[in-house]
T-cell receptor, first 116, second 116 residues
Framework: ETGVTQTPRHLVMGMTNKKSLKCEQH?????MYWYKQSAKKPLELMFV???????ENNSVPSRFSPECPNSSHLFLHLHTLQPEDSALYLC???????????????FGPGTRLTVL | AQTVTQSQPEMSVQEAETVTLSCTYD???????LFWYKQPPSRQMILVIR??????QNATENRFSVNFQKAAKSFSLKISDSQLGDAAMYFC?????????????FGEGTQLTVNP
């Protein structure tokens, strides 16, 4: 596999379920990101991990819980979600090169989440 | 906070013609990076082109080029010899150069239709 992969590609869950989204990058990068893309809204950054430490948490509700066990894997654990959480969840990775790095982000194909 | 504005929700172009997508941004920083991403119906976010703000020369990638006007805070994308495969949602994005692993701020996107 190459690039950034995400599983599952589609997920339907009830409000009381617990599920996890998985992202894996095969690019040797050291930073990973979760974005949320809702209909008719710009992409919103949720979390940033750099060198496996969370460096940014963009005021995301606690029903979303990220986990980065190593530089290649990123999870988003979901529990007691609301219907308005239905969206496309995109994972991205980049190679942080210090303050002067271009740090271009490469995206996975996304997980389409529907909360019933 | 930085903002990115794409004032054209939809654009269309005839196959083989040229089209320009507009993007403006607001920032108080002097060093940053700008990107254009393409999101086809598959929802995969694909990097099209990037520009470092400290470079005066406009970036070019094959049929894609930008017109970067730093003073005007404008970053338009020109697609030459448009192809049916260029049909997609195009997002302009900004990233600060102050720290690596930092967020991308996206515009709302422009839906490009290519007519045969």
């Amino acid at each position: 596999e190459t690039g950034v992969t995400q599983t599952p590609r589609h997920l339907v869950m009830g409000m009381t379920n617990k599920k996890s989204l998985k992202c894996e990058q095969h690019l040797g990068h050291n930073a990973m990101y979760w974005y949320k893309q809702s209909a008719k809204k710009p992409l919103e950054l949720m979390f940033v991990y750099s060198l496996e430490e969370r460096v940014e948490n963009n005021s995301v509700p606690s029903r979303f819980s990220p986990e980065c066990p190593n530089s290649s894997h990123l999870f988003l654990h979901l529990h007691t979600l609301q219907p308005e959480d239905s969206a496309l969840y995109l994972c991205a990775s980049s190679q942080a090169q210090g303050s002067q790095g271009t740090d271009t982000q490469y995206f996975g194909p996304g997980t389409r989440l529907t909360v019933l | 906070a930085q903002t990115v504005t794409q004032s054209q929700p939809e654009m269309s172009v005839q196959e083989a013609e040229t089209v320009t997508l507009s993007c403006t941004y607001d920032t108080s920083e002097s060093d940053y990076y700008l990107f254009w991403y393409k999101q086809p119906p598959s929802r995969q976010m694909i990097l099209v082109i990037r520009q470092e703000a400290y470079k005066q020369q406009n970036a070019t990638e094959n049929r894609f080029s930008v017109n970067f006007q730093k003073a005007a805070k404008s970053f338009s994308l020109k697609i030459s010899d448009s192809q049916l495969g260029d049909a997609a949602m195009y997002f302009c994005a900004y990233r600060s150069a102050l720290a690596s692993g930092s967020r991308l701020t996206f515009g709302e996107g422009t839906q490009l239709t290519v007519n045969p």
